[in-house]
């Protein structure tokens, strides 16, 4: 699976749109791209996912340049419940699920 | 649907007990995986089954670990003789065969002193 860099920390005001970017250059065309988050003592929560298109859910949008070698994780609305590790994952459809550092999100009132 | 379930939440054991966990995944789940989550080393892998078939335990870190998975609504992590250096969060996951994100569960708390 390819490799993931992401920033290991941001800060986001209450209210305004957190933007979580991840590089993956190294992106072959039958790797997806997740996201997840963990937030203080708890299991990690699946967000979203995408391939090529960009996706949106009840959460978050997930925005995957056109060449697939970055995206971005989009946070419409920040609330302070959405401080949390946030963990970009590159993975073929059937592997298993490796986490890297993530990005620590705080965000701010 | 009650999620991933994990027992116990938490668990102090001594030096050289044997410790086991236990998951109970969601039903209809064909996956489930173990894994281990420390400061230094954070989430990683230990191993993972398909239809109660171990696939891949190549993150099991010695032969203290041994995992099993009887059947399709339940499974065990245990380490014996456990060591302080065993102490972490060890989370459970499943998924099912054709959505590929991950539902864990709440994780249990090991404390070997």
């Known amino acids: 699976d390819a490799k993931t860099t992401q920033p290991p920390s941001m800060d986001c005001a209450e209210g305004r749109a957190a933007n979580l970017p991840c590089n993956h250059s190294?992106?072959?065309?039958?790797?997806?791209v997740y996201w997840y988050r963990q937030i203080h003592s708890q299991g990690p929560q699946y967000i979203i996912h995408?391939?090529?298109n960009n996706e949106t859910n009840e959460m978050a949008s997930l925005i995957i340049t056109e060449d697939r070698k970055s995206s971005t994780l989009i946070l419409p609305h920040a609330t302070l419940r959405d401080t949390a590790v946030y963990y970009c994952?590159?993975?073929?459809?059937?592997?298993?699920?490796?986490f890297g550092a993530g990005t620590r999100l705080t965000v701010k009132p | 649907d009650a999620g991933v379930i994990q027992s116990p939440r938490h668990e102090v054991t001594e030096m050289g007990q044997e410790v086991t966990l236990r998951c109970k995944p969601i039903?209809?789940?064909?996956?489930l995986f173990w894994y281990r989550q420390t400061m230094m080393r954070g989430l990683e892998l230990l191993i993972y089954?398909?239809?109660?078939?171990?696939?891949?335990d190549s993150g099991m870190p010695e032969d203290r670990f041994s995992a099993k998975m009887p059947n399709a609504s339940f499974s065990t992590l245990k380490i014996q003789p456990s060591e302080p250096r065993d102490s972490a969060v060890y989370f459970c996951?499943?998924?099912?065969?054709?959505?590929?994100?991950?539902?864990f569960g709440s994780g249990t708390r090991l404390t070997v002193v």
């Open positions: 995408g391939l090529k």
């Open positions: 996951a499943s998924r099912t065969d054709t959505f590929y994100g991950y539902t």
């Open positions: 089954f398909n239809n109660n078939v171990p696939i891949d």
């Open positions: 039903s209809g789940h064909d996956y």
């Open positions: 190294t992106i072959s065309g039958n790797e997806y």
């Open positions: 994952i590159v993975r073929r459809s059937n592997n298993d699920m490796r």
